[in-house]
């Protein structure tokens, strides 16, 4: 009986740290002018804009969870682009939709998107 309560306080434990950094540091998504970078407890990514295919929300149906799908050519090679093209049709997704809708977002991308493939030529 004691090792089961050891065991749910540190499981408990783990879960509370995890919560509290959620609320302490939240996952950003910082756009600049030419690139998007999002920031979590589990890493940091970033994509150029240029690259990317159009942003479109998407409703995962497994997880009932709305999520921001896109292309990049940096995501075809990798293992998880194989699982999200299957389940979304795109190679990459954003982790979150930073307190908006999905289509919102997608929405907001696509303009900053369309803002950089006509300042650069080779977009």
Do not use: M
């Not at 979150?96 to 991308?109: F, Q, R, S």
């Amino acid at each position: 009986a004691l090792g089961e309560w050891i065991d749910s306080s540190v499981i408990f434990g783990v879960v509370l740290v995890i919560a509290l950094w959620q609320v302490i540091a939240p996952a950003t998504l910082v756009v600049t002018p030419t690139s998007i970078e999002s920031r979590s407890l589990w890493g940091r990514w970033d994509r150029d804009l240029a690259s990317c295919s159009e942003f479109e929300g998407w409703k995962n149906p497994a997880a009932r969870q709305d999520l921001v799908a896109f292309d990049h050519p940096t995501d075809s090679h990798k293992k998880l682009a194989r699982s999200n093209r299957a389940l979304s049709g795109r190679s990459s997704s954003l982790p979150d939709t930073y307190g908006l809708k999905a289509v919102e977002l997608a929405a907001i991308l696509n303009q900053a998107r369309a803002r950089v493939r006509r300042a650069s030529p080779d977009a």
